[in-house]
């Protein structure tokens, strides 16, 4: 058989593969949209990350490659977000405007399938959930090299909204322009941006002033309107604003990675691998941390962070953002928290939800 002869049937095989999977697809939909309706019927949310980390759990453990694990999650990210949107529209608020890496961790989380709110602030997306206009809203929380995002943990004290998932995002800052200048007269980006290029920058460019900006995709958009002017953003920045690369991945710290939490109305059902995030304020007594915690570690129950932020009450008075494994549901967690309620001067669950992956 002749090497071309043999590449028409190849081809012709991954046609017929394609054909199938076209239909399987199709099918999938059509049974999303059964499941829709009677989600409808019950008043449920469209969005379920229970059932969705079930699915990517079990698609998971079942691969056997040669497509990777990160590979078969983008596809059937994808896939999902199909049929979620034929079982109704999802409306998600992210810090804007286009080419924000609060955008990306949207689309990990919900895929393309989703119309997109962009706001012109954290406490905007906070803002836009809260009163409906968008089911969702998307908040970076932790950054593994600056630690806590501060104006997230204040918006999450006294939000109605619960944290329903989280996603981990590896964040990889380019430093961009529009020019051709080799010195430029500024460099805009976000200010936790900023900070994580801190060294970088100032090895780089030590008399270049920083200019914070309310994200590094509107960095992106100052640096494309001034050319004197370079930004902090993401290489997808750079397309959405045309915009050059001057340098990639310029991160002070390897690995640099952002947690981000899912809004919403409430939190899902457990799942079996969970966490519960909340916050506390401990008493004046003496020991009172100790106490707090205390019932924590006679449950075995492992933190999986706990940071601490001053209070906007009083002088030298702090609430702790606590991350811990399992669900508020959990019997466990249930009689830990009701301790920690009875110790401590405020608490606040907010939300329990499935582990990132």
Same mark, same amino acid.
């Given at each position: 058989?002749?090497?071309?002869? /043999? =590449?028409?049937?190849? %081809?012709?095989?991954?046609?017929? +593969?394609?054909d199938q999977l076209l239909e399987l697809i199709n099918e999938r939909v059509r049974t999303a949209?059964?499941?829709?309706?009677?989600?409808?019927?019950?008043?449920?949310?469209?969005?379920?990350?229970? %059932?969705?980390?079930?699915?990517?759990?079990?698609?998971?453990?079942? /691969?056997? $490659?040669?497509?990777?694990?990160?590979?078969?999650? /983008?596809?059937?990210?994808?896939?999902?977000?199909?049929? @979620?949107?034929?079982?109704?529209?999802? *409306?998600?608020?992210?810090?804007?405007?286009?080419?924000?890496?609060?955008?990306?961790?949207?689309?990990?989380?919900?895929? %393309?399938?989703?119309?997109? #709110?962009?706001?012109?602030? +954290?406490?905007?997306?906070?803002? =836009?959930?809260?009163?409906?206009?968008?089911?969702?809203?998307?908040?970076?929380?932790?950054?593994?090299?600056? $630690?806590?995002?501060? &104006?997230?943990?204040?918006?999450?004290?006294?939000?109605? !909204?619960?944290?329903?998932?989280? #996603?981990?995002?590896?964040?990889?800052?380019?430093?961009?322009? $529009?020019?051709?200048?080799?010195?430029? %007269?500024?460099?805009?980006?976000?200010?936790?941006?900023?900070?994580?290029?801190?060294?970088?920058?100032?090895?780089?460019?030590?008399?270049? &002033? =920083?200019?914070?900006?309310?994200?590094?995709?509107?960095?992106?958009?100052?640096?494309?309107?001034?050319?004197?002017?370079?930004?902090? &953003?993401?290489?997808?920045?750079?397309?959405?604003?045309?915009?050059?690369?001057?340098?990639?991945?310029?991160?002070?710290?390897?690995? /640099?990675?952002?947690?981000?939490?899912?809004? &919403?109305?409430?939190?899902?059902?457990?799942?079996?691998?969970?966490?519960?995030?909340?916050?506390?304020?401990?008493?004046?007594?003496?020991?009172?941390?100790?106490? !707090?915690?205390?019932?924590?570690?006679?449950? @075995?129950?492992?933190?999986? *962070?706990?940071?601490? @932020?001053?209070?906007?009450?009083?002088?030298?008075?702090?609430?702790?953002?606590?991350?811990?494994?399992?669900?508020?549901?959990?019997?466990? #967690?249930?009689?830990?928290?009701?301790?920690?309620?009875?110790?401590?001067?405020?608490?606040?669950? =907010?939300?329990?939800?499935?582990r990132a992956s």
């Amino acid at each position: 058989m002749t090497d071309q002869k /043999n =590449l028409e049937l190849l %081809r012709g095989r991954i046609n017929r +593969i394609d054909d199938q999977l076209l239909e399987l697809i199709n099918e999938r939909v059509r049974t999303a949209v059964e499941i829709g309706a009677g989600k409808a019927s019950r008043g449920e949310t469209v969005y379920r990350p229970e %059932r969705e980390a079930e699915i990517f759990g079990r698609l998971l453990e079942r /691969n056997q $490659g040669p497509v990777s694990d990160e590979g078969v999650r /983008n596809i059937f990210t994808e896939i999902v977000s199909c049929a @979620r949107s034929a079982e109704g529209p999802i *409306r998600v608020a992210a810090l804007g405007p286009r080419g924000t890496f609060s955008e990306q961790a949207v689309h990990k989380v919900f895929g %393309r399938q989703i119309t997109l #709110v962009e706001a012109g602030s +954290i406490k905007e997306v906070f803002r =836009l959930t809260e009163v409906g206009d968008a089911q969702f809203g998307v908040v970076p929380v932790e950054n593994s090299s600056e $630690g806590g995002v501060n &104006a997230t943990l204040d918006l999450l004290v006294d939000t109605p !909204l619960q944290v329903c998932n989280e #996603v981990e995002l590896r964040v990889k800052h380019c430093l961009l322009s $529009g020019g051709h200048q080799d010195t430029p %007269r500024e460099v805009a980006g976000h200010e936790q941006a900023l900070a994580q290029c801190r060294n970088w920058l100032l090895s780089h460019y030590p008399e270049v &002033a =920083l200019n914070p900006k309310a994200s590094t995709a509107q960095a992106a958009q100052v640096a494309a309107e001034n050319p004197g002017i370079m930004a902090v &953003a993401s290489a997808e920045a750079a397309s959405v604003y045309g915009l050059e690369i001057i340098a990639s991945d310029i991160a002070d710290v390897p690995g /640099n990675t952002t947690r981000f939490q899912v809004l &919403a109305k409430s939190s899902p059902p457990r799942t079996g691998r969970d966490k519960t995030s909340l916050v506390a304020a401990s008493s004046d007594d003496s020991g009172s941390l100790l106490q !707090l915690l205390q019932p924590l570690a006679e449950a @075995r129950i492992s933190m999986t *962070r706990i940071e601490s @932020r001053p209070t906007r009450s009083g002088l030298w008075k702090y609430l702790f953002f606590i991350d811990l494994e399992g669900h508020a549901d959990d019997p466990q #967690v249930r009689q830990a928290l009701a301790d920690i309620d009875e110790a401590s001067a405020f608490l606040r669950i =907010l939300g329990s939800y499935p582990r990132a992956s």
